[in-house]
């Protein structure tokens, strides 16, 4: 009971704090948010929430909050400000999206293991540091990765690992849509050379009736001369002129 008291009285106080707050944010601050918002790389949500990488859901849920009273249509009279607030929107479900977190953080820990691989190299010129490093058992390392210097070459590099991914996943999805549109252009023309085959043999039924009835008028009329026709004249056997070969005639 006094936990649910303690919580509800803290929901209180933040939404206190954000009224006082946004009671003092002046129109050109949330023309500059606007413009900031619309100006983030497009494929990273951290950055549109202003969050950094190891940020927790309840972080961008609040964080969301924060930001999308500042720039809500409402509240503000950027021309723009739809835009914002739809962008601030999405960012939020996709770090709430527990697929596309881990997608997202999987790309920032591999953009971590290049610098470091890169730090290691340039360990192995500087003697100082390297010793340093060894001597302070990996807290010099730490400390490295939580200056500004090394968040911001973090930042850099993760836009780069997301930018390529993107890329090859476009290019993928053109592969894909190429192979689809060949398939349904073979498809198509098959459907048509069944089609012209279908209704060749239509035709070709349909005719039937006629080609017999000719072929019948052929046979009974085959044999006789048609009108005008010259047929050569008979030879009889026993011609002694003829310039072929006799069958033997038998004489009874």
């Known amino acids: 009971m006094g936990e649910t ?8 106080d933040d939404d206190l704090l954000l009224k006082n707050f946004f009671a003092e944010v002046s129109e050109a601050e949330r023309d500059n948010e606007v413009a900031r918002i619309l100006s983030c790389f497009k494929l990273n949500p951290f950055e549109y929430l202003k969050l950094p990488f190891d940020s927790s859901p309840d972080d961008v849920k609040k964080q ?18 739809k835009e914002a607030f739809g962008a601030l929107a999405k960012a ?7 697929n596309e977190r881990d997608y997202l953080l999987s790309q920032v820990n591999s953009a971590k293991e290049e610098l470091r691989a890169k730090r ?8 100082a540091s390297k010793i340093k490093s060894l001597v302070e058992e990996g807290k010099y390392d730490k400390q ?12 850099i590099k993760v836009r780069e690992l997301l930018t390529e991914q993107e890329w090859r996943r476009r290019k993928m999805q053109m592969r894909i849509s190429e192979e689809e549109g ?6 198509e023309e098959q459907k048509e050379m069944w089609k012209r085959k279908r209704e060749h043999e239509e035709e070709w039924e ?14 009974k009329g085959g044999k ?14 026993e011609d002694p002129n003829k310039s072929y070969v006799q069958r033997p005639v038998k004489r009874g």
Do not use: I
């Not at 939020?92 to 527990?98: A, E, G």
């Open 182 to 187: 060949r398939l349904k252009k073979d498809e």
């Open 120 to 127: 290691k190299k340039q360990l192995k010129k500087d003697t």
């Open 144 to 155: 490295y990765e939580q200056s500004e210097e090394f968040q911001k070459e973090l930042k």
């Open 64 to 81: 969301y909050r924060k930001l999308s009273l500042m720039v809500h249509p409402d509240k503000c009279k950027h021309p723009q400000a």
């Open 224 to 237: 006789k001369n048609k009108k005008g026709e010259l047929r050569p004249p008979k030879l009889k056997t």
């Open 92 to 98: 939020q479900q996709l770090l709430l999206d527990q």
């Open 5 to 12: 008291a303690s919580a509800a009285a803290s929901t209180v």
């Open 206 to 219: 349909g005719t039937r009736e006629q080609r017999v009835s000719s072929w019948r008028d052929f046979m």
